[in-house]
């Protein structure tokens, strides 16, 4: 390419050079050199460990990177670039794809997304207007339908109208969970604070006057309070404020509280009128239990009350593509809008969120137009999105759909619940371990309690069970951190917080990647034993 | 890899080596042979047209994307899936890398920016917390540190002190232009509506109880009518209403008339205590025109009112790398928040907004935390971020400046400046065209204006001008739509509005390309003449 580091910018020409299609053999193989040491330099070096080290550590790797100046002239050739981030960044990245990294929702790729990914960089479009994507935004479109369809389950009629009618909306790719929550929230909104005579609604008018205009104080959404902290920040943000998304409480087993649920909208509905329900949630797969809450159920009272009815299925939505664990999701269907990121279990590289509305109208209550783009009755995929410009990533879901089929994503679901279950199972025979919240899907939480300590809590009163509670939490905090920092596997931590009990620090498994295998789990345990066996033998 | 459909999914092995690093050289060597098909195979089929067709052959096409079916097996295997994207989507896609295409703020980018982009992929980050990412979290604030000190030059000790530091943050980068403004316009709407004696905050308790305890009854943004629709979005989104979004009228140079921002923001402060304005937003470079507004005068009646100062640097960002023309955004240094767009002038592969602020300290206004992530003190850049999980796009701006350096990029912006002069200057050179705004940087506008209509123009009263403007836009708009149609180049359209003149269709050309030259430019304008002469002969 060139032999100088000033060539390349003392030089127009060769400025000029990396825009265009390079022609020589030479380059060619040049470039295909360099993809060969992406493809293969960064799976050898991620391949040893989880590499989550310690806080120390990574102070001193900070002070690596507090240059805050951009050279005049280039720093680096490309091929110094790509040695530098195989040899010096990727040693340091976190190696989600390691089969011992079960602690978050990251995992394993198939490396055909690489690809997939490669792809629509070099294509390069942009779906929000027709005029720089053409076909990606019909494809776009069709991609959407297919897991509309999986979700709501409309019927041939249904699709055929609306796959391709620029007037419908079936859904919308965004960065992630986050931005559809925000994005069915922001729909909810709309919807319930509707225009009407004398107003013309809350996204020209603003929430005070909506407030005025419906004869209302404030609006809320209620929602399990094992939600996903982006519903607090969604109602930050549209200024219904976070205090509002009002959190109920769970049941035994995670799912929110039916009884209370019903309690709190009725007494909403019978003597509150100046509070309006924007929309009640339904969770998926949550966060840190990964339970599903009871979803026909809710739906019900959505629809005897005409409540907007979300569901963020972030985390669990694929599992509809698994013939044996696709009823877990039952009730999904009644929902009005759903959530599922495609970079959870539908495995593809980071950046794709995806909200769904059953009523592919609306979406209306949320267009924009602009002179430019976005013209009424375009196929400008823009006008009704929360986000503007945007990469096409229906281009690599809708590859990963032909090539994997339903059936494969169903095997990698099953893989996942099957093993969270065996998982369960050992922690069970484990006398060191308490299974804390068992695996509905494929996430489960537990922690260290000791058989000792298990002895002591039967015996012991309120404030004796609020200090062993205060001894285990410390323990498990301990023993998690120093697994994270030996740097072999990484089970996350988190706090359950139950309102009649104390704050539990847990151990959380999250089972996705198909090479974590019982064994895996196993040796996971082993080595937590371990570590509690060094570093509390003086405790006992 | 896998020698028929069938053994894709039926076989739980098959479908677990997809996940790991292949060891054999023939399947090396055939995931290098689909990179190689893809960086050539794409180009080859994007080197002939620009490809933008008519709405009757996009209708045609959109037929063939009507199956909503997921299969149950796998449709295709990867070699077949890689040469469909290759030889039926690309073709279908728009060649936004042509020198002829000139419509949009997309363009081609850098070859190496793929090899970037597949490293980000596989690497698979995730920035939202350190513990999916860790160097890449401490890597992303030294890119925004680089791109903050471009352009608030605060100084060695500022970012000293912030490049690495947990509590600051010097911005975000989010997926585009609309998500850094509603980012921007978020915190500056939680600043002014702050908490206070007996009020937790907007965030917290929303829009209505905000203005209560304010005791006001709306609060406003002020921009000039040629702002992005981005921010009347932004409003809607933050329960503000986008009709407070209050567009003031541009000057005869499609810049912020600052008179009448005077006008408005004394008749607020002084007639209307029940009205808040919440920001100014100043552009530097509008979409439509390419204008960059008077930055230093709007800092000042910003600094004077204490009200936030936004700037949409969305597109003229980068402006600030050329030596020769970084003058042009004088004034953005004093700006309390700005957005940038890495996918426009940083040639960036799409999918990178960005945006910034001067007070490191500021974005502690929309601050989240969670039991699981975002631990208060951590280094988890999710805490202070509109978006959750992301992908590593600091990885390519990063590794972006390294190769080209700010002497690259700066090139790259004199060349799109310098080529829109020279193209301003021959639109004014031929008869049958009108410059309508001339390029303060890379854009300009311009419409056919025969002669003989300029004649009749000049003699004509403001009924007939009416008439006159109307078959003027009915020209261009045909012309537009011609040219596009026939496939060889494109130049967009917008129809420009200014208050006491009629609506104005123009044509609108946006010169970033480095293979646009003056040449390219010519054969732009013969071919439109062209157009108009075997268009409108009989009109004559």
Redesign the interface.
């Given at each position: 390419m060139t032999n100088g580091k000033k060539d390349?910018?003392a030089n127009?020409q060769t400025?000029?050079r990396?825009?265009?299609?390079?022609e020589s053999e030479a380059s060619?193989t040049a470039?295909?050199k360099?993809?060969?040491q992406?493809?293969?330099g960064?799976?050898?070096f991620?391949?040893e460990n989880v590499?989550?080290?310690r806080e120390a550590s990574?102070l001193e790797?900070?002070?690596q990177?507090?240059?805050?100046?951009?050279?005049?002239?280039?720093?680096?050739?490309?091929e110094d670039?790509?040695r530098g981030?195989i040899e010096d960044?990727?040693p340091?990245?976190?190696n989600?794809?390691s089969p011992y990294f079960i602690?978050?929702m990251?995992s394993?790729?198939?490396?055909?997304?690489?690809?997939?990914?490669?792809?629509?960089?070099?294509?390069?479009?942009?779906p929000v207007?027709?005029?720089?994507?053409?076909?990606?935004s019909?494809?776009e479109?069709?991609v959407l339908?297919?897991i509309?369809?999986?979700i709501f389950v409309l019927g041939d009629p249904f699709?055929?109208e609306h796959?391709?009618n620029p007037q419908s909306t079936l859904g919308n790719f965004?960065?992630?969970?986050?931005?559809a929550n925000?994005t069915a929230l922001?729909v909810a909104r709309n919807v319930c604070l509707n225009p009407k005579k004398g107003f013309?609604g809350?996204?020209?008018?603003?929430?005070?006057?909506a407030?005025r205009s419906h004869g209302i104080?404030?609006s809320v959404v209620l929602v399990s309070r094992l939600a996903?902290?982006?519903l607090?920040?969604a109602?930050?943000?549209?200024?219904?404020?976070?205090?509002?998304i009002l959190p109920v409480d769970v049941d035994e087993n995670n799912r929110i509280d039916l009884a209370g649920l019903v309690r709190t909208v009725d007494r909403i509905r019978e003597n509150d009128n100046k509070t309006k329900i924007l929309a009640l949630v339904g969770i998926a797969g949550t966060?840190?239990t990964g339970t599903v809450d009871p979803l026909p159920e809710m739906a019900q009272i959505c629809s005897e009350n005409r409540i907007h009815f979300h569901v963020d299925a972030a985390w669990g939505g694929p599992t509809l593509?698994s013939g044996k664990y696709r009823h877990l999701l039952a009730g999904i269907e009644q929902a009005d809008s759903v959530t599922i990121?495609g970079?959870k279990q539908f495995y593809l590289?980071?950046?794709c969120?995806m909200v769904y509305f059953k009523d592919p109208y609306i979406m209306n209550s949320?267009a924009?137009?602009?002179?430019?783009i976005?013209r009424p009755g375009s196929?400008d995929l823009g006008i009704r999105s929360?986000?503007?410009?945007?990469?096409?990533t229906s281009?690599v879901l809708g590859?990963a759909?032909?090539?994997?089929?339903?059936?494969?994503y169903g095997?990698?679901i099953d893989?996942g619940i099957d093993t969270a279950r065996d998982f369960a199972s050992e922690i069970q025979k484990r006398p060191l371990f308490e299974l804390v919240t068992a695996p509905q899907l494929n996430i489960l939480t537990y922690r260290i309690f000791p058989p000792e300590l298990q002895k002591a809590w039967q015996a012991a009163g309120p404030e004796k069970k609020k200090a062993l509670n205060n001894r285990l939490n410390r323990i498990n905090i301990r023993v998690q951190r120093q697994q994270?920092e030996a740097g072999k596997s990484?089970v996350?931590?988190?706090?359950?917080?139950r309102t009649r009990e104390e704050d539990k620090v847990v151990f959380?498994a999250v089972i996705m990647?198909?090479?974590t295998d019982p064994d895996t789990l196993r040796e996971i345990l082993d080595e937590q034993e371990k570590i509690y066996q060094d570093s509390f033998l003086s405790d006992k």
């Open positions: 390349l910018v127009w400025l000029q990396i825009f265009i299609r390079p060619r470039l295909v360099y993809m060969q992406i493809l293969f960064l799976h050898d991620l391949k590499g989550i080290t990574l790797l900070s002070q990177f507090t240059d805050s100046r951009i050279n005049k002239n280039p720093k680096k050739k490309l670039v790509i981030l960044i990727a340091h990245a976190v989600v794809a602690g978050h990251t394993a790729i198939p490396f055909f997304m690489v690809h997939l990914a490669t792809i629509t960089a070099a294509l390069n479009q942009n207007k027709l005029e720089t994507s053409k076909v990606v019909i494809l479109r069709q339908a297919k509309h369809r999986q699709y055929k796959v391709q965004v960065e992630d969970g986050t931005l925000l922001w013309s809350v996204e020209k008018e603003g929430i005070a006057a407030y104080e404030r996903h902290y982006s607090r920040k109602g930050g943000v549209l200024g219904i404020g976070n205090e509002n966060t840190e593509l990121d970079h590289p980071m950046g969120g949320v924009y137009h602009a002179e430019y976005n196929v929360l986000v503007g410009s945007r990469a096409a281009l590859s759909l032909d090539i994997m089929g339903a059936g494969g095997l990698l893989h994270r990484f996350s931590r988190t706090t359950l917080k959380r990647n198909p090479m």
